[in-house]
């Protein structure tokens, strides 16, 4: 089958795609996105988590077929999103409802030139200097909660999500938000830092 | 279900796959030398999703390998057919035993005795029995099931007494390896006994005797980033793998063989690894991949799903403790029994220095001249046992601290005092002669864990009522606080560094220096595994420190540089660290030299100053400026490889256990702070703090970041994690994320840590390996925790609800 939606703002058409494979899968081997993590393809882990429209949800649980003309953001465009996102005072594409700027209707997120404009980046890497961040990605590495980073991507969405949601999370309200992300190095303690710095850095901007 | 992905956007054709590694450079805004919590240079690629793991690999036309695996423990093979399978649309090869291309058809990191592909027997659950090839991952799957393998089965060895009985299934028939002279019997790889002193006249000075028989369960490494990788087959015949792995020379050695081609023709290159613990240092999937490219001519990316992975890899050997010891009326040990009898699997693995280092650290970190030991690994049908993070030392530290709360008790001593008082510390001599020649500080390590502010009682009450999210059951919602008791609990181990045992722990490192874009740079090329432990972080910073640059650029590592031996044993930044710091030495010598030739005459410095280079210039110790290096080197570039040792160890005695077998020791120390609902047997740990000798932290950021990561490790084998494997039929009941459960950040304490530097003066910069002590003594800790607050014995980790509410 055919599958139409947008990933980071962009249309994407992947073709030939069998019933049986899930959002991961077509994200990570057909779109050349593979920053969706696969640790355990069974919803446990949520190194895959996306969002949905707007929504985290752990992209190996839904079938492909399930986001057809809606809206993908993975972790590659969650510099971008975060971006859009301050610009709109603090609003999600279509996350506080009306027209998004520019006229473009609100499915379509990202405009079409920001769309056009965005791309992985190349594989050599000048690393970490000069790089626009969002300020959760900025704050884990910051923090040291990045070792061996499989988590990571995911625990940015899910983390990123929050702070939209709540902007001055209690340590509780922090835990309760990730319980759905497994890391296996870190211990947890420095992904917490790294919430924190990101939530305190965000409040200093407002 | 069609082969053809959309060609990613970056996809390149023909030439290097997807996700190829390519070198990290920090540039010249990067400040940080060795000591200084600089960033990783991975940060960013790992923070946007651009970063590739070997699962991310990708290449046009590649094909998926799948593996078909035995669904029973112990089974002569009848028959294989794989008509079926081949003939579905989409699959190019379907390989059994008979199609393996040489006579060398096992493999093992010490005994070679692990089949490539079952030969006529399995042996445990989840052995490899046949691999696929097709177009779509699906695709590979549904054939590999097809494929009917008749399997006639066979009665298990589970346990010792099974292992051990007069009657008892072999194993492995017709042993040949190198332990089967001095095993007891054929199902016991490897025995190591340790005898020190008189243990029959030191009992007679204690006037307290404890005993206990401890079970550590099976754990699991858990790394989040699957077994994975690509093998490319190549023009000239031999074929290129990207891989997840811990040791690539190490896997060369095994894979090359089994191919039929040298090494120089099987080029590896290291993938991005989401985690390892011990859990990569042997084989997975290395060998089914190249030779499923050889076969069909095609790139072919295998990657295990969480099920399979449980079956993909060694596990922590669980274990059978006994133990006995003595003591006086004020508190001294007087003397120490144990035997450990560790359940290796149907496969040698690891086992044997498993063995060697739970004799060899069976006492912990206490003075204790009068001992009797016994370690000893079997031969089973269960999973396969090897390397996990603490190695050997976990298994033991569980049971000796467990007994010293019990001694402290008779005694009468408080348990920390017990133990400060009992302490080892530089010059105490080990169990196997070896004196203890660098810093031991265990006694203040103990002080000053429990001098860590307690947290709190009764956080979850506030003016609205209890907050369930910081109760034992959380939000389930099952206590506002009743029932609900508090414990503490405390514990310390000792951890070696390093391979043991003679063995020759080397590591390789190159160093050039050049200039580029007017400013001196420098690339380190080595073959270190980063699994995440942050070597990559730590090259940088030495070669800062070293040769005075701040542009520093880490080559992807590979098997065109000499072996840099596992990331494991705590090694990585001692060895390979040792070398890269080595290999900048050298480099330095060598532009120093250039230094002399072209400008010696104009400054009597060059000649008689100690120099340094420092800020890109040669500086005498005094600060004063010789010359720029970009005037010095002027166009040339310096380059040096080398490899680099730590001091020579030697073998155990195999009767008496005596020898120089470790290279170094760490100690860290644990306070376990725990909440527990006696009526429901629910535990909350509430906080876990740590203070860990460091020697000197490198990267101190990243040193509390392992610290941490190991005390969580120690805690889920304490409370939730453990592999059960059916009594009966020796098959795995919870292959999955759902029914292992792994630490979240919910179960998760806060984890203050305290880093104490005492320099070893035989390491670099006088560091201490530090990745695995934590691992030790967080279970323990939280073990005595619970005991604290419950009044139970509590002899076997994890601790199950069951066990607490007296429904086991």
Redesign the interface.
């Known amino acids: 089958m055919r599958v139409n939606f947008t990933v980071n703002g962009r249309r994407q058409e992947?073709?030939?795609v069998?019933e049986?494979?899930s959002l991961l899968y077509v994200l990570?081997?057909?779109?050349?996105?593979?920053?969706?993590?696969?640790?355990?393809?069974?919803g446990?882990?949520g190194?895959c988590t996306v969002r949905l429209d707007g929504v985290p949800v752990c992209s190996c649980l839904v079938a492909a077929g399930q986001v057809e003309g809606r809206e993908v953001v993975?972790?590659?465009g969650?510099?971008d999103y975060a971006k859009q996102r301050a610009a709109q005072g603090g609003c999600a594409p279509g996350a506080c409802g009306g027209p998004s700027p520019d006229g473009a209707r609100a499915e379509d997120g990202t405009s079409v030139r920001d769309a056009q404009d965005w791309?992985?980046?190349?594989?050599?890497?000048?690393?970490?200097?000069g790089?626009e961040?969002s300020p959760i990605?900025?704050a884990?590495?910051?923090a040291?909660a990045?070792?061996?980073?499989?988590?990571?991507?995911g625990l940015?969405v899910a983390a990123d999500e929050m702070l939209e949601r709540n902007p001055t999370p209690t340590d509780?309200d922090?835990?309760?938000a990730?319980?759905?992300?497994?890391?296996?190095?870190?211990?947890?303690?420095?992904?917490?830092d790294a919430v924190r710095l990101a939530a305190a850095r965000q409040g200093e901007v407002v | 279900?069609?082969a053809?992905?959309?060609?990613?956007?970056?996809?390149r054709q023909g030439g290097a796959p997807?996700?190829?590694p390519?070198?990290?450079?920090?540039?010249s805004?990067?400040r940080g030398g060795v000591g200084e919590?600089t960033?990783?240079?991975?940060?960013?690629?790992?923070?946007?999703?651009?970063?590739?793991?070997s699962?991310?690999m990708?290449h046009e036309d590649m094909l998926w390998g799948q593996i078909l695996r035995s669904p029973v423990a112990h089974a002569e093979i009848v028959s294989i057919d794989t008509s079926e399978a081949l003939a579905q649309a989409g699959v190019y090869a379907v390989l059994t035993y008979d199609d393996l291309p040489t006579d060398v058809r096992n493999y093992g990191l010490e005994i070679q005795d692990t089949p490539v592909l079952a030969h006529g027997k399995v042996r445990h659950h989840g052995e490899p029995v046949a691999i696929v090839a097709a177009d779509?991952p699906?695709t590979a799957r549904r054939a590999a099931a097809r494929i009917k393998v008749e399997y006639r089965e066979l009665p298990v060895v589970t346990d010792e007494a099974s292992a051990t009985a007069p009657d008892a299934v072999l194993v492995h028939e017709n042993r040949d390896d190198h332990h089967v002279g001095h095993v007891p019997h054929p199902n016991i790889v490897h025995r190591q006994p340790i005898v020190r002193g008189d243990v029959a006249a030191a009992r007679e000075r204690a006037d307290f005797v404890v005993e206990g028989e401890y079970t550590f369960g099976m754990q699991d490494?858990?790394?989040?980033?699957?077994e994975s990788g690509l093998a490319v087959p190549a023009e000239d015949g031999g074929v290129d793998l990207y891989v997840a792995t811990q040791w690539l020379h190490s896997d060369l050695r095994q894979i090359a063989p089994v191919l039929g081609l040298p090494e120089d023709k099987v080029r590896m290159t290291l993938s991005?690894?989401?985690?390892?613990?011990g859990g990569r240092e042997d084989l997975s999937m290395q060998i089914h991949a190249c030779l499923l490219a050889l076969r069909t001519g095609k790139p072919v990316k295998i990657?295990y799903?969480?099920f399979e992975s449980f079956f993909g890899h060694v596990h922590r050997h669980p274990a059978k403790l006994h133990y006995e010891h003595g003591a006086t009326k004020d508190g001294r040990l007087t003397h120490m029994k144990c035997r450990i009898v560790l359940d290796g699997g149907a496969y040698a693995s690891a086992s044997p220095a498993v063995v060697g280092n739970a004799a060899s650290l069976s006492v912990g970190p206490y003075v204790l001249d009068d001992v009797d030991i016994e370690a000893l690994a079997l031969y089973s049908n269960n999973p396969p046992c090897g390397a996990m993070r603490g190695f050997g030392a976990v298994q033991a530290c569980f049971a000796y601290e467990a007994q010293m709360d019990k001694l402290a008790d008779k005694v009468g001593m408080d348990r920390v005092e017990f133990r400060r008082l009992n302490a080892m510390s530089q010059g105490t001599v080990m169990p196997t002669g070896q004196p203890v020649d660098s810093p031991a500080p265990v006694a203040e390590l103990l002080r000053r864990v429990k001098a860590m502010p307690l947290p709190p009682e009764r956080q979850w009450e506030s003016s609205e009522g209890a907050?369930v999210?910081?109760l034992p059951g959380g939000?389930s919602n099952t206590t506002h606080g009743e029932s609900v008791v508090r414990g503490v609990g405390y514990a310390v181990g000792i951890k070696n560094v390093g391979f043991s045992e003679g063995f020759d722990d080397y590591s390789t490192a190159r160093v050039r220096m050049e200039v580029a874009g007017g400013e001196p740079v420098v690339t380190v090329h080595t073959a270190m595994a980063e699994?995440?432990?942050?070597g990559v972080t730590v090259h940088a910073q030495i070669a800062r420190t070293e040769l005075g640059v701040a542009q520093v650029t880490i080559q992807p590592a590979d098997t065109r540089v000499g072996s840099a031996g596992s990331t494991s044993a705590s090694r990585q930044t001692y060895v390979t660290g040792g070398a890269v710091k080595n290999a900048c030495e050298l480099v330095r010598e060598k532009v120093l030299e250039i230094g002399r030739r072209k400008f010696g005459t104009y400054h009597p410095a060059w000649a008689t100053a100690e120099l340094l280079l420092e800020g890109g210039k040669v500086v005498t110790d005094g600060g004063e400026v010789l010359a720029g290096l970009v005037d010095v080197l002027d166009g040339e570039s310096v380059e040096v490889e080398e490899e680099w040792r730590h001091r020579p160890t030697e073998p155990f005695d195999l009767r008496t256990g005596q020898g120089f077998g470790h290279v170094q020791y760490s100690f860290a120390a644990h306070r376990a702070v725990v909440e527990v609902d006696t009526e429901l047997g629910l535990v909350k740990v509430i906080e876990l703090a740590c203070a860990q000798d460091v020697g000197k932290a490198l990267n101190p950021?990243?040193v509390?970041?392992q610290i941490?990561?190991?005390?969580?490790?120690g805690l889920g084998i304490a409370v939730m994690e453990e592999i059960i494997v059916d009594p009966v039929t020796a098959k795995v009941r919870n292959p999955?994320?759902?029914d292992y459960l792994?630490?979240?950040?919910?179960d998760?304490p806060?984890?203050p840590v305290d880093v104490l530097e005492l320099a070893d003066d035989h390491a670099p910069y006088g560091l201490r390996g530090i990745g695995e002590a934590p691992t030790l003594s967080s279970t323990p800790a939280v073990l005595a925790a619970i005991r604290n607050a419950t009044g139970l014995r509590l002899d076997r980790t994890p601790v199950r609800p069951e066990h607490l509410t007296g429904t086991a």
């Not at chain 2, 053809?4 to 970056?10: C, D, E, G, L, N």
Request: glycine fraction near 14%; hydrophobic fraction near 30%.
């Open positions: 992947a073709d030939d069998w049986g494979e990570r081997e057909r779109l050349g996105l593979p920053g969706s993590k696969n640790a355990c393809e069974q446990e882990c190194s993975t972790v590659e969650l510099a791309s992985a980046r190349g594989t050599d890497s000048q690393t970490g200097e790089t961040l990605q900025q884990f590495i910051d040291g990045v070792q061996c980073g499989f988590c990571t991507p940015l509780a922090i835990r309760e990730l319980s759905g992300n497994l890391c296996r190095c870190t211990g947890y303690e420095k992904i917490m | 279900m069609s053809k992905p959309i060609p990613a956007a970056s996809a997807v996700g190829t390519t070198k990290l450079t920090q540039g805004q990067t919590s960033l990783r240079p991975d940060g960013t690629l790992k923070v946007t999703g651009e970063f590739a793991y699962s991310d990708w779509h699906e490494q858990a790394f989040l980033g699957p991005g690894v989401g985690g390892a613990f990657v799903n969480r907050d999210r910081q939000l699994v995440g432990q942050g950021l990243s509390v970041g941490q990561g190991g005390t969580i490790q999955s994320f759902t792994i630490p979240t950040i919910l998760t806060t984890i």
